[in-house]
């Protein structure tokens, strides 16, 4: 499974150089763009697919978290946006983070590739369909973030499996994937005391909701 999903976007990469290397000799600044732009997005699948495994063999090792540190949520909120907006210029990413708290304490990289995961989803099953909106707030001591699309949307009998390992929509006929992210996004955010839900109806959309503590306790050595 793993071995076909990154054919694709090694497929794209090599499709693109061979047009570009065909046309050396007469580029226009769009078309080079263009070519850049699908190589970019297909880099960045590749590096989500690696991630992804290499996360789903920690986790069956039972090795998942980093020491949990300080930080801010707003910024990484940010900073995963940004990056998928990079990737997708089909797409635009509201986000609406003002009630964020200024910082929580938590496992950051591993957040990251929750949010990650999530947004990535929400482009991927909305092929036509610009806008994903991320909003987060604060509900007495636990953080929610929700990720919200208006794609493909999910059969209302699919949605307790959602979160299986392996499992994947019928609504996903034809888009690529591994049917592990969501599992993983699961076992991480359950990892933080929290948990996370889906909303969803076929052809309009979904919304991921995640909810952890602002402030999970620091383990010391005492002495």
């Known amino acids: 499974m793993a071995s076909h999903e990154f054919r694709t976007p090694l497929a794209i990469i090599d499709g693109a150089a061979q047009r570009l ?32 495994i290499l996360s ?11 020491p949990p540190e300080r930080f801010s949520l707003r910024q990484l909120l940010s900073a995963c946006c940004q990056r998928q ?7 635009r990413i509201v986000s609406d983070m003002v009630s964020l708290p200024d910082t929580i304490v938590a496992d950051r990289s591993a957040l990251d590739q929750v949010f990650t995961n999530l947004l ?3 482009i991927k099953y909305s092929p036509n369909s610009q806008n994903v909106i991320v909003k987060g707030w604060c509900e007495g ?15 209302a009998d699919d949605l307790p499996k959602m979160f299986e390992r392996y499992f994947r929509a019928r609504t996903s006929t034809g888009i690529a994937g591994t049917g592990i992210g969501l599992n993983l996004v699961k076992h991480i955010v359950e990892s933080h005391g929290g948990r996370v839900r889906v909303e969803s ?23």
């Open 21 to 52: 290397l065909r046309r050396k000799e007469e580029l226009s600044t769009n078309f080079v763009g263009e070519k850049s732009q699908q190589i970019r997005q297909a880099v960045g699948r590749i590096v989500e697919l690696m991630e992804s």
């Open 56 to 66: 789903f063999d920690a986790l069956d090792a039972g090795n998942v978290r980093n």
């Open 85 to 91: 907006q990079d990737l997708s210029t089909r797409h």
């Open 120 to 122: 990535s989803n929400a």
């Open 141 to 155: 001591d636990m953080v929610r973030v929700s990720v919200q699309d208006h794609g493909v949307g999910i059969d």
């Open 201 to 223: 109806k076929r052809g309009e959309g979904s919304t991921f909701t995640v909810s952890f503590p602002i402030a999970e306790q620091v383990q010391t050595s005492s002495t």
